[in-house]
């Protein structure tokens, strides 16, 4: 058993893999993010699974999506190979004997690969058939897609990138990234010398045979290490391969055959990072911190100077300050007389003639025809899927009564995209560009997938050439994944929400569609910024402010009114959408051009569910209601339960214990807002005079523990999820209630 259990032990691939944990353990993240993210460990809110485990091509989860993700990783798998081979080969210059040494050592180095592999096909598998609905067939077709690509990459690598030969490219590359040069410019000293020979009695021949060390022809060590530095430019020359395909992947992304799948760029994104990892190290030695510091200076003095931004702009407005058209001032005296109490008269009475067009439009005679008002909350694509079935399936069974007779749309994040989709819509069937507002293929269009556009974007551009330019409306702006996300909405909804900010202006004040206030959050000082095209300085601060003629609240800025000289109602409506759901990280933070720059983000950090604006709105426009409105109906669209109650942490081991305090306002931040907003409804139907009806219709998951993820992509699990919630007992009285109101 003893002399067994050493031959093991002293197998080439055992001794491999325990020397990769023992040494350079930082190459074993790559791996470790991969299974936390294939697991839902990682990201899983983001729903980062779904970028690996159902990969989208072309807007399909199909067998050449699964080629490509295949071939991604055997890019992956690969640079692992070469990336360890050359930061261990000192410790293997036995290899440098044998015929095909590279190939020798990539066989033997496969252990982690495979039995990561065959863990992915568990998942995958299990992932595609509970969550995508697919047939086993179909599962397995896919799995042998992805083999395929695999196979196919893994073939071409061994016979093109990683063979010594007589290439035209290799022989220049190995010129200009001859690893020698480059160590000459590094001073060495003796903390860089290591005698850590690998002790490995047997090993796999190319030929899947076990072999002994002992039988390979003995050479010089010299020699040996000579052969095994021929291998060394290769593992440059495929990270340059890598960056090159993801560079031309970001350039050409606006071809549809080029938007490869997420997965792909993000695992060419990796392939990319370790080999920096891998030549930092071998290159660096013991300066390797050093040097890591030095590239991390480097980086911030190039923010700081402006060479790229990482923040993103909304395309449309003009960033371009000239002495005619000075960027305006964001403080408080700018503030201050910008939105005065004039202001603040005049676009109420805007407002109210605004109503009474509507009025005459919807109302007989002189009739009072009953009002609503819109809110939506934010959630990702969950929360624009479930704002828009709600809104379609109840327009339906009152005859296109919900949309005549709402007045105002607002809310936050993936709701608002919903929302917005549901108007322009109607707004097209009005014109007569569609026959039928309520056919099935519009709910199939809101639920399309938006992550994988955004996060191929993020490792193809942002990460690899954040210095792309695109020109629209004759303006110039960089591209980046927030482009990338506009762009997908658009392609989604067939064109639909290709519209300026200032294409609704004339058709809102006449009364013919709904306001719809898009909102966002000032992270320099935590006010609310409102995007529509209608006048809002009535809304810009509370009412009791006008009698504080010193230092009156101004909570709110009005989009259009404080960005006058930059061309606002020029904004496209998707770069207004995506403002208004900029979750932190997955989208980039938007920068306005006022000084200094205004910062937004999501609108969900101040207000999830746009009531705060429609509780004002209602407030100051309830002597109008209550002389023209039979009845007010609030209808708030939310994706989460009203009164649900959030699981608490275990607090029973470390980690809850550190976490929980540090991350209690970020998980329970929906929770916490919800509870303040009841008291906002106790007051609502006092100055409303006992008109105000509130209804709220909510996402009611079918396990209560399976919600569909907060994120930009849903599995068709979830979509039939959201899309029968609408059925719930308390959402069918609801909505009995709403149509009998609105009779």
């Not at 069937?429 to 309520?438: A, Q, S, V």
């Not at 009005?558 to 959408?577: E, K």
Request: glycine share 6%; charged share 20%.
């Amino acid at each position: 058993m003893r002399k067994t259990l050493q031959s093991i032990y002293y197998f080439f691939p055992v001794q491999l893999l325990l020397l990769h944990f023992r040494k350079y353990q930082v190459l074993l993240v790559f791996w470790i993010i991969l299974i936390a993210t294939i697991t839902g460990n990682f990201a899983e809110h983001f729903g980062a699974a779904s970028l690996f485990l159902a990969p989208e091509y072309l807007g399909q989860i199909n067998f050449v999506s699964m080629v490509l993700l295949g071939g991604a990783m055997a890019v992956f798998i690969m640079t692992w190979h070469i990336t360890t081979f050359i930061i261990h080969s000192k410790r293997i210059p036995f290899m440098g004997a044998a015929r095909h040494s590279f190939l020798v050592y990539c066989l033997n180095n496969s252990v982690l690969p495979i039995v990561f592999l065959i863990f992915y096909s568990f998942i995958s598998i299990r992932f595609q058939l509970y969550y995508e609905h697919t047939t086993a067939y179909q599962a397995l077709t896919l799995q042998l897609g992805f083999y395929l690509g695999l196979l196919i990459i893994t073939v071409i690598s061994f016979a093109y990138f990683f063979r010594v030969s007589r290439d035209l490219l290799k022989v220049l590359l190995s010129k200009i990234t001859n690893p020698s040069r480059i160590r000459e410019i590094i001073p060495y000293d003796t903390l860089d010398y290591e005698i850590d020979i690998l002790r490995a009695k047997t090993y796999l021949s190319e030929y899947f045979v076990i072999k002994k060390f002992a039988d390979l022809e003995p050479y010089p060590a010299k020699l040996l290490n000579t052969i095994l530095r021929r291998h060394h430019r290769n593992a440059i020359f495929a990270t340059i391969v890598a960056y090159f395909v993801l560079l031309l992947s970001g350039i050409f992304m606006e071809e549809p055959l080029l938007r490869f799948p997420a997965g792909v760029g993000f695992l060419f994104l990796f392939s990319i990072t370790m080999g920096i990892v891998g030549s930092v190290k071998y290159f660096l030695k013991s300066w390797e911190a050093i040097g890591w510091i030095l590239f991390a200076v480097a980086m911030y003095w190039m923010v700081h100077y402006k060479l790229f931004d990482l923040r993103s702009i909304a395309y449309g407005l003009d960033y371009h300050a000239t002495a005619q058209k000075p960027q305006p001032v964001y403080d408080y005296d700018h503030l201050y007389h910008l939105f005065s109490k004039e202001r603040y008269e005049h676009d109420k009475k805007g407002e109210e003639a605004r109503l009474d067009k509507w009025k005459n439009n919807v109302g007989k005679g002189d009739t009072c025809p009953p009002l609503v008002v819109i809110t939506i909350s934010g959630g990702g694509s969950r929360s624009a899927y479930w704002a828009f079935r709600n809104l379609q399936y109840i327009d339906s069974l009152s005859n296109g009564k919900l949309f005549n007779n709402t007045v105002l749309i607002t809310g936050a994040s993936g709701g608002m995209i919903g929302g917005a989709y549901w108007r322009s819509i109607h707004d097209a069937y009005k014109d007569g560009t569609i026959k039928n507002p309520y056919a099935a293929k519009y709910q199939e269009n809101i639920g399309k997938d938006l992550l994988n556009s955004i996060v191929f974007s993020l490792a193809t551009i942002d990460l690899i050439s954040p210095f792309n330019k695109i020109s629209i409306a004759g303006y110039s702006y960089t591209r980046d994944r927030g482009y990338a996300m506009e762009q997908e909405i658009i392609r989604n909804t067939e064109g639909l929400l290709d519209k300026n900010i200032g294409d609704f202006k004339e058709k809102e004040s006449n009364g013919n569609v709904p306001e719809m206030i898009i909102n966002g959050t000032i992270v320099n000082d935590g006010r609310k910024l409102m995007i529509s095209s209608q006048p809002l300085g009535f809304l810009t601060r509370p009412a009791y402010s006008l009698q504080d003629g010193t230092n009156p609240t101004i909570d709110a800025v009005d989009f259009a009114t404080f960005f006058a000289g930059q061309n606002p109602y020029n904004m496209r409506l998707s770069s207004a959408l995506r403002m208004n759901a900029t979750f932190p990280y997955i989208l980039p933070v938007v920068k306005l051009p006022s000084q200094p720059q205004m910062n937004l983000m999501d609108a969900g950090l101040r207000d999830n569910f746009g009531i705060e604006v429609a509780s004002r709105y209602m407030y100051v426009m309830r002597d109008w209601m209550e002389k023209n409105t039979s009845n007010v109906i609030y209808l708030e669209i939310r994706d989460t339960k009203e009164y649900e109650m959030v699981p608490a942490s275990g607090g029973g081991n470390l980690w809850d214990m550190l976490s929980d305090p540090a991350f209690v306002v970020q998980n329970k931040w929906e929770v916490f807002q919800s509870y303040y907003h009841t008291y906002l409804k106790d007051y609502a139907p006092f100055f409303m005079n006992g008109k105000l009806n509130i209804i709220s219709l909510q996402y009611f998951p079918q396990e209560s523990t399976k919600t569909a993820e907060l994120n930009f992509h849903l599995t068709q699990k979830e979509k039939e999820d959201i899309y029968s919630s609408v059925y719930h007992p308390v959402n069918a009285e609801a909505i009995k209630v709403l149509l009998r109101l609105l009779k």
